[in-house]
C-alpha cells in the first residue's frame, strides 16, 4: 500500500521545519534559546503526527516510501519541546 498524499504532506512538513531552520540561520537566530517560531513549527508538526499515527500507525516506508518514513522520522526527533512524544 502507497499512500502518495500522506508522504507527501510529510515531505511539505519537513520541507517547512528545514525552511524555518535556514531561515534562523541566515539571521543569526538560530544560536541561544529555542527561537518560538521554530517552536511553533515542531509543536505543530508534532501534533499532525501525533493525529497520523493515532490514525493509521507509524508512516512506515512501505507506505510513505523511504522519503516520507525519514520525514516522519526528522519531525518525531524535532519535537523537543514534547518529550513525551
Excluded: C
Aim: no cysteine.
Amino acid at each position: 500500500m502507497n499512500d502518495e498524499q500522506l508522504r507527501a504532506e510529510l515531505l511539505a512538513m519537513q520541507s517547512q521545519d528545514l525552511r524555518m531552520r535556514d531561515e534562523l540561520l541566515a539571521t543569526g537566530q538560530l544560536d541561544g534559546a529555542y527561537s518560538p517560531k521554530m517552536e511553533a513549527v515542531h509543536r505543530t508538526n508534532a501534533s499532525r503526527l501525533r493525529e497520523i499515527i493515532e490514525a493509521q500507525g507509524w508512516p512506515a516506508e512501505d507506505v510513505v516510501g523511504k522519503d516520507g518514513a525519514e520525514a516522519a522520522w526528522l519531525i518525531a526527533q524535532h519535537a523537543i519541546g514534547e518529550p513525551d512524544f
